[in-house]
Nanobody, 125 residues
């Protein structure tokens, strides 16, 4: 069983940066793509970014392209989400999850499993 745990959230002023971490443990020999999602109050969960376990492929939501960067440190079994130029509309709980299929990078939450507990990101104006 794979477990994922997010960290790195917090309160930041608009224009600031945060780096979120997603630590992956458990049966990591069965490595699948990792995705980041977020859910703002009163809104549906939305896709943010995903990365293949090799790191060779990435995918971003249009709303964060050029602003967020997903990367992985595979020696540490950790995937990161670097968030720059943060805006109040980026305020949300951020979750990471493991894709069910080994190939491709999905933007649909139903294609993911083993969700972490989430980390709160709050951007003040």
């Amino acid at each position: 069983q794979v477990q994922l745990e997010e960290s790195g959230g917090g309160l930041v002023q608009a224009g600031g940066s945060l780096r979120l971490s997603c630590a992956v443990s458990g049966r990591t020999f069965s490595l699948y793509p990792i995705g980041w999602f977020r859910q703002a109050p009163g809104k549906e969960r939305e896709f943010v970014a995903a990365i293949s376990w090799s790191g060779a492929s990435t995918r971003y939501a249009d709303s964060v392209k050029g602003q967020f960067t997903i990367s992985g440190d595979y020696a540490k079994n950790t995937v990161y989400l670097q968030m720059n130029s943060l805006k109040p509309e980026d305020t949300a709980v951020y979750y990471c999850a493991a894709q069910r299929e080994r190939y491709g990078l999905s933007a649909y939450g139903l294609d993911y499993k083993n969700w972490g507990q989430g980390t709160q990101v709050t951007v003040s104006s």
